[in-house]
């Protein structure tokens, strides 16, 4: 299938990413972190809770990572040792979640929701190979599902997630304003409002352009996209998020990917920049 080629690609281009790591980079443990008698991170402690009552999500988090026999069985043999000779160190294959590579994983190919236009789009950028090293941008929710971990910082009225991943970052607005129904200016990481539904926190996103992947094999989403994330906290150390797809131009119906997340208690995102020190490029061009 071509998405194979296209999948190919992008895994190549991915092992020429500037290298980053979520290891503990400060010697300095994380304050309000509760602690077992040996003074690790006590991750089964109570859920922490914010000014109101409403769990606190903030913190470093880390979706927890597909093994590879779990990927073979996934995907076969064959394309794990085609990636196992691609990835590059500090994105090991195994550092992935499963649906990184296909988000539509769940689904058998004789019922994949996908319909005829977005196959054709996939044949086309498949064959056009117009990716190169450090203009892949790669939206959400493959941004999370990749190496790195994410970032979120919650507030009263405003709630960012930043990406350790080209440094990305989001806002998602807590102040009661309603989702518009129109956005003039459609955005590679679209436009999010959030509320809070008991203990989970629900975001709802639009307004996105037709740009970004949804996975590694190069799904694609119009700019009918909606995404609807729901986080539940469910501990100190574990969080949830269930994240629904919605795109009726492109896709038969909505689809749900459920990606538990594990707190990266004493350690904190790093910066990244692809082009430092970059020199594939002008290889790749050959």
Not at 8 to 30: K, Y
Not at 33 to 39: A, E, M, Q, T
Not at 135 to 142: C, Q
Not at 185 to 204: K, N, Q, R, T
Request: hydrophobic share 40%; glycine share 6%; with cysteine.
């Amino acid at each position: 299938m071509t998405y194979h080629v296209e999948m190919s690609r992008r895994l190549t281009l991915l092992a020429l990413l500037a290298v980053s790591s979520h290891a503990q980079w400060l010697n300095f443990p994380t304050p309000g972190i509760p602690r077992l008698k040996d003074g690790k991170p006590n991750l089964s402690a109570p859920v922490p809770r914010a000014p109101g009552g409403h769990p606190d999500l903030s913190g470093a988090w880390m979706h927890d990572p597909v093994s590879i026999p779990d990927l073979q069985r996934f995907y076969g043999k064959s394309f794990v040792d085609d990636a196992l000779r691609t990835f590059s160190p500090g994105m090991e294959l195994g550092t992935q979640f499963q649906y990184a590579f296909n988000i539509l994983l769940d689904f058998p190919p004789a019922t994949s929701p996908l319909r005829p236009a977005g196959q054709e789009i996939m044949r086309q950028r498949a064959h056009a190979n117009t990716t190169t090293t450090c203009n892949i941008v790669f939206g959400f929710p493959l941004a999370d599902l990749l190496s790195e971990p994410i970032k979120i910082i919650q507030s009263p009225r405003l709630t960012a997630i930043l990406y350790e991943i080209d440094n990305m970052h989001r806002q998602i607005f807590t102040d009661g304003r309603p989702l518009p129904g129109e956005i003039s200016f459609p955005a590679y990481l679209g436009y999010s409002v959030g509320h809070w539904e008991h203990d989970v926190f629900v975001v709802e996103s639009a307004g996105f352009n037709d740009r970004t992947p949804l996975d590694l094999f190069g799904h694609p989403h119009s700019e009918a996209l909606r995404i609807t994330e729901r986080y539940h906290r469910r501990d100190f150390g574990h969080l949830d998020i269930d994240t629904t797809i919605d795109d009726p131009v492109l896709y038969t119906k909505p689809f749900t990917i459920h990606v538990p997340h594990t707190l990266l208690a004493d350690a904190d995102l790093f910066e990244m920049f692809c082009n430092e020190n970059e020199k594939d490029a002008a290889h790749m061009q050959k």
